[in-house]
């Protein structure tokens, strides 16, 4: 059989959250449990995401490669795990999409050759967050509040349109 031309994405918390996954997704566990503190388990449910954990060889990788552009210290662990990830299912032979709209994981992916896609599409000036609010009187809820404290009601999230800041490079 050939799998070359098998699609892989791996996938970012923001990508979890928008909901825009299509094909067969790959992430790391601390982006599940991001996921899981932030969100509760309200769009969990909804997404079929595989969890994997780079090998240390390819994390090795991704920090050599961050250093020698510069990325290295805007990156957080997790940011690194997730090219590490991506370069491990190209040496599998996968073609290897990142969903992210993390600039500086787009900037190192794209500097060393891997593709990445936004979550929010570019040249758009808003951009949609989740939030948590009451299904009863509709107020916004803190994220790790299930019962609102006012009415008693159930959370539930919804997508709300933000103002985007434009960044600066
Ligand atoms: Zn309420």
Known sequence: ?????????????????FRKIHGQCITVPEVINEVKDDNSKLYFSVVDVKVKEPSKENVELVKKMAKS???IHKLS????????LAIEELKNGKDVTILTDDYSIQNLSKNIGIKVESVVKRGIVETFRWIKICKGCGRPLNNKTNICPVCGSEAVIRRVRVEKNRRSN
């Not at 662990?77 to 590490?84: E, F, G, P, Q, V």
Request: no cysteine; glycine share 8%.
């Open 69 to 71: 552009t510069g990325d």
């Open 1 to 17: 059989m050939n799998n070359k031309t098998d699609k892989v994405f791996i996938v970012d918390a923001g990508a979890i959250f």
């Open 77 to 84: 662990d997790t940011d690194i795990k997730l090219i590490a």
